[in-house]
T-cell receptor
Framework: AQSVAQPEDQVNVAEGNPLTVKCTYSVSGNPYLFWYVQYPNRGLQFLLKYITGDNLVKGSYGFEAEFNKSQTSFHLKKPSALVSDSALYFCAVRLRNSGNTPLVFGKGTRLSVIA | GAGVSQSPSNKVTEKGKDVELRCDPISGHTALYWYRQSLGQGLEFLIYFQGNSAPDKSGLPSDRFSAERTGGSVSTLTIQRTQQEDSAVYLC?????????????FGPGTRLTVT
């Protein structure tokens, strides 16, 4: 079975400071990993994904995430937070070679960037 | 190109009535997914289609819920005899052509309120 844990329900950070949103996963094989963002009253928007290769993945809006196989983690990071980054963030996993099976999502982390 | 669209965007219904929610996926996407999200919380998987077949219906909460997909395109999620606990945002997503680590693209959702 696959699962994703986002250990923090809420992350608060001051504008201009670096931010990290944590994600750990559990799968019985090699994973594909994804991050999504949800702004108020909107659907989920894709940010970035890890497939293979370089462990540091760069995505939209200046976000990046680092895949760490030994720690089974895929934390989302940004060097300098903006107030407009305030949103709900979801980490997701899919088992490699499982076709188009549904992504398994974490419960989400609410990021609040304070001016 | 057009993204995933859902209709209606909002639906208010009385307890006991039936409702139909519609999803138009991105053209050419073979996989289609339905999720439910309560009050800005996590995503609850409902059902997924590959083409017109539903390999995984495991998330449907009860036999009041059903879904179909026709022509490998539009999908309808039907909730019979709605209950207040059905109130949520219903999100649809589509992905890929076949195989591959494709991300899911989400629609804006249908907000269902059962009074």
């Amino acid at each position: 079975a696959q699962s994703v844990a986002q250990p923090e329900d809420q992350v608060n950070v001051a504008e201009g400071n670096p931010l990290t949103v944590k994600c750990t996963y559990s799968v019985s094989g090699n994973p594909y990993l994804f991050w999504y963002v949800q702004y108020p009253n909107r659907g989920l928007q894709f940010l970035l994904k890890y497939i293979t290769g370089d462990n540091l993945v760069k995505g939209s809006y200046g976000f990046e995430a680092e895949f760490n196989k030994s720690q089974t983690s895929f934390h989302l990071k940004k060097p300098s937070a903006l107030v407009s980054d305030s949103a709900l963030y979801f980490c997701a996993v899919r088992l490699r070679n499982s076709g188009n099976t549904p992504l398994v999502f974490g419960k989400g982390t609410r990021l609040s960037v304070i001016a | 190109g057009a993204g995933v669209s859902q209709s209606p965007s909002n639906k208010v219904t009385e307890k006991g009535k039936d409702v139909e929610l519609r999803c138009d996926p991105i053209s050419g996407h073979t996989a289609l997914y339905w999720y439910r999200q309560s009050l800005g919380q996590g995503l609850e998987f409902l059902i997924y289609f590959q083409g017109n077949s539903a390999p995984d219906k495991s998330g449907l909460p009860s036999d009041r819920f059903s879904a179909e997909r026709t022509g490998g395109s539009v999908s309808t999620l039907t909730i019979q005899r709605t209950q207040q606990e059905d109130s949520a945002v219903y999100l649809c997503a589509s992905s890929g052509t076949s195989g591959g680590p494709y991300e899911q693209y989400f629609g804006p959702g249908t907000r269902l309120t059962v009074t």
